[in-house]
T-cell receptor, first 116, second 111 residues
Framework: DVKVTQSSRYLVKRTGEKVFLECVQD?????MFWYRQDPGLGLRLIYFSYDVKMKEKGDIPEGYSVSREKKERFSLILESASTNQTSMYLCASITSRGQGAPDEQYFGPGTRLTVT | GQNIDQPTEMTATEGAIVQINCTYQ??????LFWYQQHAGEAPTFLSY????GLEEKGRFSSFLSRSKGYSYLLLKELQMKDSASYLCAVRVFYNTDKLIFGTGTRLQVFP
């Protein structure tokens, strides 16, 4: 019954490394999202995508980029990891049925990234 | 701007009822979600309100008033396993869907 998967649960990287976080959903959802979650700050949207090869900046895109080459896969890239990017990263997907639809947003299990 | 407010922490006793409030000021409102998140885990879906009124699902109910920008999550017959964070999220729809999250309410249930 797996719906959204993420490539790693825990990841430790060094400052300056390039980091790839992968997310795959099997529900044929159009919209996919990357959030980071930090204590006291809640879930903050980094980037989202509403179609293949389409991407939109969220609230905190600095230091990140994304790739959506296939509908089911949405990747988050840290070009040069820094210690302030240590966080829990959550991927999610949702359909875009429009107003009134009783949808839900499914989250992946999360990746806890530590940058040292 | 977009703003969602909920209390930071609440405590309650096993078997009791607790109400977690959420107020919001957003543009393009298209529904409100409630999620439960246990420590170290991803959020799990609890409820979705798009019309005014009360939605009941077992021990959990969620209420929405769009004119007041207000929602609450009601948890009845509290159990120890209900100790978690509860996230309120507003769905906004312009060209695409996105959710804006509050910072969450950490609920502790005591015996």
């Amino acid at each position: 019954d797996v719906k959204v998967t993420q490539s790693s649960r825990y990841l430790v990287k060094r400052t300056g490394e390039k980091v790839f976080l992968e997310c795959v959903q099997d529900m044929d959802h159009e919209n996919m999202f990357w959030y980071r979650q930090d204590p006291g700050l809640g879930l903050r949207l980094i980037y989202f995508s509403y179609d293949v090869k389409m991407k939109e900046k969220g609230d905190i895109p600095e230091g990140y980029s994304v790739s959506r080459e296939k509908k089911e896969r949405f990747s988050l890239i840290l070009e040069s990891a820094s210690t302030n990017q240590t966080s829990m990263y959550l991927c999610a997907s949702i359909t875009s049925r429009g107003q009134g639809a009783p949808d839900e947003q499914y989250f992946g299990p999360g990746t806890r990234l530590t940058v040292t | 701007g977009q703003n969602i407010d909920q209390p930071t922490e609440m405590t309650a006793t096993e078997g009791a009822i607790v109400q977690i409030n959420c107020t919001y000021q957003t543009s393009g409102f298209n529904g409100l979600f409630w999620y439960q998140q246990h420590a170290g885990e991803a959020p799990t879906f609890l409820s979705y309100n798009v019309l005014d009124g009360l939605e009941e699902k077992g021990r959990f109910s969620s209420f929405l008033s769009r004119s007041k920008g207000y929602s609450y999550l009601l948890l009845k017959e509290l159990q120890m396993k209900d100790s978690a964070s509860y996230l309120c999220a507003v769905r906004v729809f312009y060209n695409t869907d996105k959710l804006i999250f509050g910072t969450g309410t950490r609920l502790q249930v005591f015996p």
